[in-house]
Nanobody, 122 residues
């Protein structure tokens, strides 16, 4: 059973940066696609990005392209989300998840972290 724990969230001003981390235990992430999702209050869960097993393939939702970068270090069993040029509309709880396939549909992901709050002030 893979367990995922996110960290790195916080309060930042618009235009600032944060780096989220997602550490795994109870199993190796190297055979999983890893994704980041977010959910703002009153809104549905939204796909942000995913990365393939070896890191060679990444995919982003349009609203974060050019600002966010997903990466992974399989030796550390950790996935990252570097978020630059943050906007107030990026405010949400960000969660990492693991899946066998590279998809943007949250229901395809088998394991989830508890989430970390990101708040961007104007």
């Amino acid at each position: 059973q893979v367990q995922l724990v996110e960290s790195g969230g916080g309060l930042v001003q618009a235009g600032g940066s944060l780096r989220l981390s997602c550490a795994a235990s109870g199993g190796t992430l190297s055979t999983y696609y890893m994704g980041w999702f977010r959910q703002a209050p009153g809104k549905e869960r939204e796909f942000v990005a995913f990365i393939s097993w070896g890191g060679g393939r990444t995919y982003y939702t349009d609203s974060v392209k050019g600002r966010f970068t997903i990466s992974r270090d399989n030796a550390k069993n950790t996935v990252y989300l570097q978020m630059n040029s943050l906007k107030p509309e990026d405010t949400a709880v960000y969660s990492c998840a693991a899946a066998r396939l590279g998809v943007s549909t949250w229901s395809a992901y088998d394991y989830w972290g508890q989430g970390t709050q990101v708040t961007v002030s104007a």
